[in-house]
């Protein structure tokens, strides 16, 4: 089932034209990403996933606008990205909460950094919460509450700012595996709602299958568009999904490509 090159579409939203990342340090210097090609479109969910360290982590600092390409270019929409975009959401693995704020400060951080009036804010923030079953915690420290909790925050404060993209680094990796069952669940349910497009990083072939429109398989470093998988699965994809043959089909298509880049970076 591997995917036709269907070129430009109009309705990319994202579009990662041969780009190439050398980060230069005193060691020397690494050469992250080569030659990396990526069109994704309007509510979309794409999931790159290959061996640690192929630059996984740089195309989505990349898209985000932390850093630039060395070559090559990504485009939003057709205009190039060349600071950080004020579009893209970020959830990183780790959850990257105030430790000083509450749950609901939190996620109110960001509309009030854009200056969203105190009541919309407000409301809007017991919206996101309510959503992710979180009620009742909305005056809880961080520090208070489970890994999945947290992580449910998180993911409540990038949407708070209903950015248009949610760039998802590893999100769920620390979670335990019935917690991240769930997680996929409400992602799924809150990003089919709001259209956003999303771009995930997983090292789960099992979660890139459950979450994604698209598959893309990394070569090992510097990292290349190995494969990539068009993800027919029907929806809602419940957790028995993954029983199906076709999901075990691709599983098992998948994971052997990457197996190969996984042998390749450890050099076996
Ligand atoms: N700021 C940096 N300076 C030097 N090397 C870096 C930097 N960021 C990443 N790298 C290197 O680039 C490669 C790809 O890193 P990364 O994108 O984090 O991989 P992944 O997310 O797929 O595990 C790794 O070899 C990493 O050590
Ligand atoms: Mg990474």
Known sequence: MAEKDT???SSSIIRIEDVTKVF??????????????????????VTLVGSSGCGKTTIL?????????TSGTVFLEDSPIN???????MIFQSYALF??????????????INGIPGIKRNDEAGRYIDMVGLEGFEDSYPG???GGMRQRVALCRALANEPDILLCDEPFA?????????????????????????????????EALVLSDRVVVMSARPGQVKDKFK????????????????FLALKRNIWDLVEEEVRASMKI
């Open 83 to 89: 600071k950080i975009e004020p579009r893209c959401g």
């Open 24 to 45: 230069h340090s005193r060691k020397g210097n690494v050469e992250a990403v080569r030659g990396f090609s990526l069109d994704v479109h309007k509510g979309e969910v």
């Open 174 to 206: 620390a979670l335990d595996a019935m917690t991240r069952q769930v997680m996929q669940q409400e992602l799924l349910q809150i990003v089919g709602r709001s259209g956003q497009t999303v771009l995930f990083i997983t090292h789960s072939i099992d």
């Open 231 to 246: 993800i027919d699965l029907p929806h809602p994809r419940k957790v028995d999904i993954q029983l199906t043959d076709d």
């Open 144 to 146: 208070e509450l489970s």
């Open 99 to 112: 430790p000083w704020l509450t749950v609901k400060e939190n996620v109110e951080f960001g509309p009030r």
């Open 7 to 9: 070129g430009h579409m």
């Open 61 to 69: 600092n990349m898209v985000a606008g932390f850093i630039r390409p």
